[in-house]
């Protein structure tokens, strides 16, 4: 059985016309509606989809569990959900999820004077400072955070 | 003159566990099949501590212990979600590719110029680090043996990457590979043709290709000319998506009984019915097909399959389990040892909508509330939390196909309430 072609029942369910022809008998049930069809029928569009803004390279985006206050000043907090994309090269002011002594956390990626440095963003915590001999290296840039508002 | 890339993972398993959790990065990591039986993924760490591939982890509990080696249960969920963002860019690299296994792809390299090539290679492997972290392993030939003996080969170099193309870079790699290492010689031929005194590859290679076929079956006869250049095994493109589904699997263990054969393929057809459902398409006839192994050349060898019509194309589990174990029904044939079965469909369809209006239809709406209810309660509280009793089987083989996994990571990259957390 092939679909030669696809109409749409009013509930918007694709039918076959395949299967139309194989009853021949009009359709029925759902698809009576009398009275004029619905005029934005023309204009239906496909839902908003959230991945187009959240998402910008989604082979290379994962989702990570934010449990931490480091960066609440920036306004991540405990709870949150963080998009972080491995595809995108760091850069200065960027929020970075930094591997530290293998401990995943989020910083703030800065220019100082040629070198680059990771802070927090809360200023009730201690200045970051990455001591000798402490292994780091950069997981993925941050592009997006999703919060729920209503608990 | 065709050129194919094999690109694989390094110890896919263990490295998809390592993306997650950078402190593996300094431990042995392994990887246990179904049931947490064996170990069918090592790093480089756990193989020096002497960790075999397949050996039973009752062997090896004590050895984890004291070397602190992190054991996990195998994280199918992670290991797919991994492939599949490995395989969209290779995409990006070439059109005409083929899937092999979760965790290796052949890639059509003829259109890169034969200069290039390395470059390019280089290029795919670390876009793949970057984009999902695997480390990854390069191998490119005339043909699918010399690309898999290439991307072997390429294991030991720093860069990972080994271009095949020139026949005199062929000539010195094989010239020192050993003759286990290459694709399809299997334990009996390599037994065979060591009384020869054939050790290397490249021995192989020049070999009578009449003589190879009768040591080795038409398998070996294929090897020879592969190992010369001329391909004998096509790039098999997937079909594009949508025009058809399958479901197969190697089995873990032979299988040897009907009952076992019937739970696994009523297996795969819930988990067809699941695709079908999750797109929104029907279909009207399964294949069937079940084979031994073609590496257990020693062994009787048999291949069949068998397509089934369904009256009216559904995706209901039930239905497709009926028409898949007619199959078994008349394609089962006791005396061989099966490696892998699966269910395929080629025409998929929109699923026909009840017409209540006309035809006393109450078996279609009960059989869809039934999967209904059933998706959701598998997709709230995990796979095969519950499932046709026919992919259950009786008491005794309860648990051929049931799968533990007592040490399985969190499922980061596919369920919202398994994230990975970070401070």
Known sequence: MRISRVVLAPGGTPVPLSTLLALKIPLVGQ???????????????????????????????YMWRVVGDCMIDVKIFPGDVVIVDRSLAPRH?????????????????????????????????????????????????VTNTIRAIRK | MTALALIDGNSFYCSCERVFDAKLEKRPVIVLSNNDGCAVARTSEAKALGIKMGQPMFQIRDLCRENKVAVFSSNYALYGDMSRRMNTIYDTFSPDNEIYSIDETFLDVAPVPKGQRTEWAGDLRATTRQ??????????????????????????LPGGVLDLSDPREQARVMADFPIGDVWGIGRASQAKLLALGIRFAG?????????????????????????????????????????????????????????????????????????????????????????????????????????????????????????????????????????????????????????????????????????????????????????????????????????????????????????????
């Open chain 1, 31 to 61: 698809s009576v509606h009398a009275g004029f069809p619905s005029p934005a029928d023309d204009f239906i569009e496909s839902m908003i989809d959230l991945n187009e803004v959240l998402v910008q390279n989604p082979t290379a985006s």
């Open chain 1, 93 to 141: 002011r960027d929020v970075v999820l930094a591997i530290i002594d293998g401990e995943p956390t989020l910083k703030r990626l800065n220019r100082r004077g040629g070198v680059m440095v990771l802070q927090n963003e809360n200023t009730k915590l201690p200045t970051f400072v990455i001591s000798e001999g402490t292994e780091v290296s950069i997981w993925g840039v």
């Open chain 2, 131 to 156: 984009w999902t972290g695997i480390p990854c392993s390069v191998g490119i030939g005339p043909t699918k043996t010399l690309a898999k003996l290439a991307n072997k080969a390429s294991k030991h």
């Open chain 2, 203 to 423: 021995q192989v290679r020049d070999m009578d290709s009449k003589l190879a076929r009768q040591m080795m079956t038409v398998v070996g006869e294929k090897i020879v000319h592969e190992l010369n250049g001329i391909p004998c095994i096509a790039l098999e493109t997937v079909a594009p998506q949508r025009k058809g589904c399958a479901v197969t699997r190697s089995f873990g263990s032979r299988v040897t009984m009907k009952v076992e054969m019937e739970q696994a393929v009523a297996g795969y057809a819930t988990r067809l019915g699941e695709k079908l459902r999750r797109h929104n398409l029907a279909t009207d006839q399964v294949t069937v097909f079940m084979h031994t192994s073609r590496f257990n050349d020693d062994e009787p060898q048999r291949s069949v399959s068998m397509t089934v019509d369904i009256p009216e194309a559904t995706n209901d589990s039930l239905q497709l389990i009926k028409a898949g174990r007619r199959a078994v029904d008349n394609l089962w044939l006791s005396g061989f040892r099966y490696s892998k079965a699966g269910i395929i469909t080629q025409d998929l369809v929109r699923p026909p909508i009840p017409q209540r209006a006309l035809f006393d239809n109450l078996d279609h709406e009960r059989a869809a509330a039934v999967m209904a209810a059933m998706d959701e309660a598998n997709r709230r509280w995990g796979r095969a939390t519950v499932v046709p009793a026919a992919t259950m089987g009786g008491p005794k083989k309860s648990q051929s196909f049931s799968t533990k996994f007592e040490m399985r990571s969190p499922r980061f990259t596919t369920r919202w309430d398994e994230l990975p957390e970070c401070r």
